[in-house]
């Protein structure tokens, strides 16, 4: 079955880097599909950090643009989220999220995303 784990989220200090990584089961191949970041801090709705669409585009929330960027290793079928100049208000639980088509809708809403991991806590402090 589809399979999403995130891992390593842990706790850095306001201006540090940290990088969160994504790993897709063999019947979900991450570069075949939408796939997005998204965060939700504790009272806050779950926000969209980034989505890839496989038609070439990349979208970054305007909080993060500068600061965080999205890679991928085919490879391993891992995706990855690299943050640096972080700050407190980065701090939340950063979900992969994969979506059953090569476009990511627009706004990327999180509910147009069917498939999701487990969550890795990010705090900044």
């Known amino acids: 079955h589809v399979q999403l784990v995130e891992s390593g989220g842990a706790m850095v200090q306001p201006g540090g880097s940290l990088s969160v990584s994504c790993a897709g089961s063999?019947?979900?191949?991450?570069?075949?599909?939408?796939m997005g970041w998204f965060r939700q801090a504790p009272g806050k709705e779950r926000e969209a950090v980034v989505t890839i669409s496989r038609d070439g585009r990349t979208d970054y929330a305007d909080s993060v643009k500068g600061r965080f960027t999205i890679s991928e290793d085919n490879g391993k079928n891992t995706l990855y989220l690299h943050m640096n100049n972080l700050k407190p208000e980065d701090t939340g639980v950063y979900y992969c999220a994969g979506r059953g088509n090569s476009w990511c809708a627009n706004p990327p809403l999180s509910r147009t995303f069917g498939f999701w991991g487990q969550g890795t806590q990010v705090t900044v402090s």
């Open positions: 063999d019947v979900f191949t991450l570069s075949r599909y939408c």
